[in-house]
């Protein structure tokens, strides 16, 4: 009796563009982290069904005597199996490789300037923001007195 891993049946993903081709399609919804928390969980999701895959399968665990094992069949699963490990492990470092270096201290230094800049830039608009609100709120209590004065005559 042949037994085959079906990798598809028990999750396993075998096509090597297919971290790229999954998240192609929230691309711009997903950052890069993201995506390679997503291969690592993937990747630690294989390990996982490969061990219990190996530990159902393999000849010593004698659960079914009238089973033929079949040793050729169990050797070429684990190839693949370990394939597609290789496969994911490529994809995350793949994925790494597109990972931004650290900067160094003038962009740095230029980064935190551009910070402070923004950051009294939102002030300002905040202040205008409130003087607007506070403008609004005198316009409202006019608006309200001239209702008042027109519903009275």
Avoid: W
Avoid at 126 to 135: D, G, P, Q, R
Avoid at 142 to 150: A, H, N
């Amino acid at each position: 009796m042949e037994t085959t891993v079906n990798t598809n049946e028990v999750g396993i993903n075998t096509n090597p563009n297919s971290a790229t081709e999954t998240l192609d399609v929230n691309k711009k919804e997903i950052d890069r982290l993201t995506q390679l928390q997503i291969l690592i969980d993937q990747l630690l999701e294989q390990f996982v069904l490969s061990l219990t895959y190996i530990n159902n399968k393999h000849k010593l665990n004698g659960t079914d005597p009238k089973e033929e094992f079949d040793d050729k069949q169990f050797n070429l699963n684990l190839e693949e199996l370990s394939n597609d490990l290789i496969i994911k492990c490529r994809q995350i470092l793949k994925l790494i490789d597109l990972l931004p270096d650290a900067i160094d201290e003038k962009e740095e230094e230029n980064q935190i300037i551009r910070i402070k800049t923004l950051s009294k830039e939102l002030e300002e608009i905040e202040e205008l923001k409130k003087e607007k609100l506070n403008e609004k709120d005198l316009l409202m209590k006019k608006l309200g007195s001239l209702i008042r004065e027109f519903i009275t005559l």
